[in-house]
Nanobody, 123 residues
């Protein structure tokens, strides 16, 4: 599975962005996919993850109620809609896929990673 993230940019606090993760490969529909973010000097952290069929989702506490993850297996794309963005959401966002259908709770368990896209929230 190869992944490419799109949609980052700069927004003011309270603004919105929609990230897209485009995938290639025949096993995408069987893979859990997640969005992760990292800032310099800090550990990479999971933001939101979705099961292979889309029925099970995970969100970090700070993302609940503001971010929504979804997927379209026919288009091999996973989306992250981010609303009410805050300065602390500033980071490089990457998508990753797991050969297993459900997120294992550990970014290091993901099997495939795409290059990240920068999200900057600033006034």
């Amino acid at each position: 599975v190869q992944l490419q993230a799109f949609g980052g940019g700069s927004v003011q606090p309270g603004g919105s962005l929609r990230l897209s993760c485009a995938a290639s490969g025949s096993t995408f529909a069987n893979s859990a996919v997640g969005w992760f973010r990292q800032v310099p000097g800090k550990e990479r952290e999971g933001v939101a993850c979705i099961s292979s069929g889309g029925s099970v989702t995970f969100y970090r506490d700070s993302a609940k109620g503001r971010f929504t993850i979804s997927r379209d297996n026919a288009d091999k794309t996973v989306y992250l809609q981010m609303n009410n963005l805050k300065p602390e959401d500033t980071a490089v966002y990457s998508c990753a896929a797991d050969n297993r259908p459900y997120y294992q709770g550990n970014p290091h368990a993901m099997d495939y990673w795409g290059e990240g896209t920068q999200v900057t929230v600033s006034s």
